[in-house]
């Protein structure tokens, strides 16, 4: 039976502005992170796609992720994921063969098909274009198309792009994009740090009914978990706080900042509240190191996950870069030394 030491582990990044906090903070912080996250040996760095959000600050993903790949040496970076329903697929193909072409076998592109954002500004992002999730089948082959040698044979060309390997992972909350990514013979991730309902269902119909591609020749599933790992289970449950809050902001449509932890959750919401804010996030970490180890453990042979990978929206960033190296070293991983141009700034 597999356990975490037995599969690669990455970091998804929201870019978390916190209550006090600008975004130029939030990228200052997801690069540090980033570094130190390639140092304890975390296989990918993923960015995610969310907008009109005022506690998120990727939103211009693809940006975000030449910040980190520019900023750091060998770690994968990729998104987790672009929000394809709100973009024309030729302008992703070109945006990711332009960070393959700056940082060759580094880039992963991850795909999701909900919009990121309430439907106002899904309408504000797509305009005209008419798009919707119920194309999004097609538009992932005619964006799998522009990294074909010789594209897709409509005279149009991803210009940089074309003929360039830019892995490609389907990411869901249900079993929708599970077959479509089986069908297409795609590695899968699945957003259970959020949205747990559908997590065996959805991954069960993938393995069943996964085809063998020229991209991956077995299946291939990624777990999402919530980790917020520190030296004491009391100051993991206190570091938690922080999402637990946000998340009730979200539960009741008012989403915002990152809020700094408090001691208790008691007055802050309902019973019923509190049940939602769990079931929402049943996959998550939380405590001191013997704690954090048990459950990744007991989810990854829940799930015979082949990689996790760990959001933390953890309001400290000291606390939560504390956060990821007890995980790193949970699975054995031990700091490199710093290279290059950043060994001061991360000493």
């Given at each position: 039976?597999?356990?975490?030491?037995?599969?690669?582990?990455?970091?998804?990044?929201?870019?978390?502005?916190?209550?006090?906090?600008?975004?130029?903070?939030?990228?200052?912080?997801?690069?540090?992170?980033?570094?130190?996250?390639?140092?304890?040996?975390?296989?990918?760095y993923w960015l995610a796609e969310h907008h009109?959000?005022?506690?998120?600050?990727?939103?211009?993903?693809?940006?975000?992720?030449a910040h980190v790949a520019g900023g750091t040496t060998r770690i994968r970076v990729g998104s987790g994921g672009v929000m394809l329903p709100n973009h024309a697929p030729l302008v992703i193909a070109e945006q990711f063969g332009t960070l393959e072409s700056l940082f060759p076998g580094r880039i992963d592109l991850g795909l999701g098909r909900a919009p990121g954002s309430d439907q106002r500004t899904a309408r504000a992002l797509r305009r005209h274009l008419g798009g919707s999730a119920d194309t999004f089948p097609q538009d992932v082959l005619e964006l799998m198309s522009y990294f074909q040698s010789g594209g897709p044979g409509a005279g149009v060309h991803a210009v940089p792009g074309e003929g360039l390997n830019v892995p490609i992972w389907l990411l869901g909350s249900s079993d929708f994009s599970a077959r479509l990514a089986a069908e297409l013979g795609l590695p899968f991730a699945f957003a259970s740090h959020f949205a747990p309902e559908y997590l065996h269902d959805a991954l069960a119909l993938y393995r069943r009914h996964f085809t063998p591609s020229a991209h991956l020749s077995a299946p291939h599933v990624m777990?999402?978990?919530?980790?917020?790992?520190?030296?004491?289970?009391?100051?993991?449950?206190?570091?938690?706080?922080?999402?637990?809050?946000?998340?009730?902001?979200?539960?009741?449509?008012?989403?915002?900042?990152?809020?700094?932890?408090?001691?208790?959750?008691?007055?802050?919401?309902?019973?019923?509240?509190?049940?939602?804010?769990?079931?929402?996030?049943?996959?998550?970490?939380?405590?001191?190191?013997?704690?954090?180890?048990?459950?990744?453990?007991?989810?990854?042979?829940?799930?015979?996950?082949?990689?996790?990978?760990?959001?933390?929206?953890?309001?400290?960033?000291?606390?939560?870069?504390?956060?990821?190296?007890?995980?790193a070293r949970l699975r054995g991983s031990e700091p490199t030394r710093p290279e290059g141009v950043y060994a001061r700034a991360e000493s």
């Open positions: 039976m597999k356990t975490l030491r037995d599969v690669p582990c990455s970091v998804l990044d929201l870019s978390p502005i916190c209550v006090g906090g600008t975004a130029a903070d939030s990228f200052r912080n997801t690069l540090d992170l980033a570094r130190h996250a390639e140092r304890w040996g975390y296989s990918r009109n959000l005022s506690g998120i600050a990727s939103a211009a993903t693809a940006v975000v992720i777990v999402g978990v919530n980790v917020f790992a520190a030296h004491t289970d009391a100051e993991g449950a206190r570091l938690f706080t922080s999402a637990q809050q946000q998340f009730l902001g979200l539960i009741r449509g008012t989403p915002g900042l990152l809020p700094p932890p408090v001691d208790t959750m008691d007055g802050l919401w309902s019973p019923l509240e509190r049940a939602q804010v769990a079931r929402k996030t049943q996959y998550s970490a939380v405590g001191s190191p013997d704690t954090v180890k048990r459950k990744l453990d007991g989810i990854v042979a829940e799930t015979g996950a082949d990689e996790l990978i760990l959001a933390g929206q953890i309001y400290d960033h000291s606390a939560r870069k504390r956060s990821f190296e007890l995980v």
